[in-house]
């Protein structure tokens, strides 16, 4: 079946560190990956998509790379700024209409 | 802009009195999905439409219904709201049907309080 592994946090990193949020995933399959933010009471926002293998998803600093041999699509950011404190997740979608989500994972960026 | 609107923001409704929660698109996608959110969680898959065709989760409670009159609309009824059900309620929308690249697009959510 399918499914997403995310890594646990809280994240805290100081600004301009570096970000590293970690995904694996399991599926039948050539799925498409996602990776969404979500800020405080709001909806889910897609951050960036990949949906072949090594095709690299970026967008406002934010990379990953859907990479099929070791089913990850890791999630990274060069210097990251408070503005980036949120929800991660990691998604998925297969050969149908549903998409299976990561667990999530909060980063806080600290002056 | 197009976009996926949720109606109301926030609700307020009492143990056991019926609540409906309404999405409406500007997208025209054909696939309407219904989450519901608890807190520092994932998203929960409810039901999505696929067109007219409704697939429920097999975990969903009965006490969850959801309608869809038209392309544009969908709506969550919750007939006898326990307090568990207090929850942030997301409707995303995608395109479906043979073209699986596709990313879905989020309401702002309903916050859902249970008194």
């Known amino acids: 079946g399918n499914s997403v592994t995310q890594m646990e946090g809280p994240v805290t990193l100081s600004e301009e560190a570096f970000l590293t949020i970690n995904c694996t995933y399991t599926a039948t399959g050539y799925p498409s990956l996602f990776w969404y933010v979500q800020y405080p009471g709001e909806g889910l926002q897609l951050l960036l998509k990949a949906t072949k293998a090594d095709d690299k998803g970026s967008n406002k600093g934010f990379e990953a790379t859907y990479r099929k041999e070791t089913t990850s699509f890791h999630l990274e950011k060069g210097s990251v700024q408070v503005s980036d404190s949120a929800v991660y997740f990691c998604a998925l979608r297969g050969t149908g209409n549903q998409f299976y989500f990561g667990t999530g994972t909060s980063l806080t960026v600290i002056p | 802009d197009a976009m996926v609107i949720q109606n109301p923001r926030y609700q307020v409704t009492q143990f056991g009195k019926p609540v409906t929660l309404s999405c409406s698109q500007t997208?025209?996608?054909?696939?309407m999905y219904w989450y519901q959110q608890k807190s520092s969680q994932a998203p929960k898959l409810l039901f999505h439409y696929y067109d007219k065709d409704f697939n429920n989760e097999a975990d969903t409670p009965d006490n969850f219904q959801s309608r869809r009159p038209n392309t544009s609309f969908c709506f969550l009824d919750i007939r006898s709201p326990g307090l568990g059900d207090a929850a942030m309620y997301l409707c995303?929308?995608?395109?479906?049907?043979?073209?699986?690249?596709?990313?879905?697009?989020f309401g702002p959510g309903t916050r859902l309080t249970v008194t």
């Open positions: 995303a929308t995608s395109k479906g049907g043979g073209t699986y690249s596709y990313e879905q697009y």
């Open positions: 997208l025209n996608h054909n696939v």
